[in-house]
């Protein structure tokens, strides 16, 4: 069966459950992922997630350095305080690209702690794109970046990330 008769298939059956007085919120519960998903990012630029169909999700060295230092940091970091990771950010991108001009590395992770510059919110808003294109907001929800109270976090659970 071709994906597109699949995807018509499941809504139609989800009309017929709306038409049975089957509440969203039901319906919600049966399509969330009803388990936790394993994350690896590995050393060519993606990230690997082996509970749905190994599905690869390829990301810049600009993302992966982000999205590795937010991981790094379960609490979070306060965007404004972005700028006094510099260094740690500077040594994540370095070994994740392939350039070796230590300058223009050095202009690309200034750019990303720069109140100023959009950087930032560019590759957040990259990596948030490219996971619900390929996952659906709900399943990817756990993955996202996300900002609470000025502070950027990633919510998955450590224990289900890994690195190759």
């Given at each position: ?46 990230l690997l ?17 982000l ?56 590759n ?10 390929k ?5 990817a ?24």
């Amino acid at each position: 069966m071709e994906t597109a008769a699949i995807v018509e298939q499941i809504k139609s059956l989800l009309t017929e459950l709306r038409a049975k007085g089957i509440s969203e919120e039901t319906i919600d519960s049966m399509i969330s992922p009803g388990a936790e998903q394993r994350v690896i990012i590995d050393s060519r630029g993606y990230l690997l997630l082996p509970d749905y169909q190994e599905i690869r999700i390829r990301l810049t060295p600009m993302e992966r350095t982000l999205y590795i230092f937010l991981l790094r940091h379960t609490n979070g970091i306060p965007v404004g305080d972005l700028y006094l990771y510099y260094n740690e950010l500077l040594k994540i991108y370095t070994s994740l690209t392939v350039y070796d001009d230590k300058e223009t590395a050095a202009m690309a992770v200034g750019a990303l702690v720069d109140d100023y510059r959009t950087t930032l919110y560019t590759n957040v808003s990259r990596i948030k794109k490219k996971l619900t294109d390929k996952l659906g907001t709900k399943i990817a929800g756990p993955l996202l970046i996300t900002r609470t109270d000025g502070v950027y976090r990633i919510p998955v659970p450590r224990r289900l990330v890994s690195y190759r």
